[in-house]
């Protein structure tokens, strides 16, 4: 692969041919701010919405200070070991934005600026991966979540627990769908774009062909 700015393509293509290509819009496989915004904007939004509520259960007496320091402590603990070795592990080092060797860090849309802490493993995730996956981000996604119900901020639970929903949805339809770690449990690429886009992805191909991977 070639060694551009953070716009190289992540396939054996030259960046000059990407408006020929086939997979041309259907996938993100350049980075793209706009494609970060996308996938932020609403994570960010239950993330404020279940502070505010944490800090309002603290004020009224909900929860206590040893308590909100387990939070906070336990929370921070949790999503440092998730975004530089779970998720990096199971999902991200599988994804062809990790594949950059000369790169310490990946430079894709979601992660941007996460350390590398495993080898490139180009081959799909495997079935344990995949449910380890589903856990960790149920893990991300709730565990701010009970905190405001042990402070019975209800509405607070409620509007934040929304917007997870709409988070979920708005990612299915603006992300998974054009995400090129298309092994992920969440991916809904069809497999006519994964096909074109093996085709343009020699290591890509031959490992997951070695794993019975069949392009149509
Ligand atoms: S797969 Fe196609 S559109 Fe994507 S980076 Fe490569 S050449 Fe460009
Ligand atoms: S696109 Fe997704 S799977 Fe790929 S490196 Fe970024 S966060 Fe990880």
Known sequence: MKNEDQKRNICNVEAAN??????NGKLMCKFDIKDTIYFVIP???????????????????GLNTLQLIFLIFSYIGYLVFFFQVWENKILCSHCPYYAFEDEKNV??????????????????????????????ITIFAGYPLIFLLLAKMYIYFIISLIISIIWIVSMHFLSCSKCPNF???LNVVPKSVVDDYLRHNAVMRKAWEEQGYIID
């Open 18 to 23: 990407c408006q020929k290509c086939s997979v």
């Open 43 to 61: 994570v960010l939004g239950a993330w404020i919405v279940s502070v505010l509520g944490i800090l309002h259960g603290f004020i009224s007496g």
């Open 107 to 136: 430079k894709c849309y979601a992660n941007y600026g996460i350390y590398k802490a495993w080898k490139y493993n180009p081959a799909p995730m495997s079935r344990s991966e995949q449910i380890q996956f589903i856990i960790s």
């Open 183 to 185: 092994s992920c449990p």
